[in-house]
Nanobody
């Protein structure tokens, strides 16, 4: 059974930093591209960062580029999101997600939420002004 468990969310002030972690189990981690998504109240879920299976390619949403850094540690089955210079508009539930298993295209990036098959339960990030 595949499990993705996020941690590291919390309440911070604008300008602060947070580091989210996601630990994956029940899958061959290197066979899955990974992503961080977020969903704010009343808004659609949106991609924050996508990381290819081999970690060689990364895509960032325009709203977070330059402030957030996504990374993965394939030896630890872990995904990370370093969030710096946080803004109130970053307030959302943040989700870790994994694509279906794949053997080809280790550098491929996946942009759409429906391309991700496994999801964590989410962790709340609240940024006060």
């Amino acid at each position: 059974q595949v499990q993705l468990v996020e941690s590291g969310g919390g309440l911070v002030q604008a300008g602060d930093s947070l580091r989210l972690s996601c630990t994956a189990s029940g899958l061959t981690f290197t066979s899955h591209a990974m992503g961080w998504f977020r969903q704010a109240p009343g808004k659609d879920r949106e991609i924050v960062v996508s990381i290819s299976r081999n970690g060689g390619n990364t895509f960032y949403a325009n709203s977070v580029r330059g402030r957030f850094t996504g990374s993965r540690d394939n030896a630890k089955n872990a995904l990370y999101l370093q969030m710096n210079s946080l803004k109130p508009e970053d307030t959302a539930v943040y989700y870790c997600a994994a694509t279906r298993s794949a053997d080809l295209f280790p550098s491929r990036i996946y942009y759409q939420s429906d391309e991700y098959h496994y999801w964590g339960q989410g962790t709340q990030v609240t940024v006060s002004s």
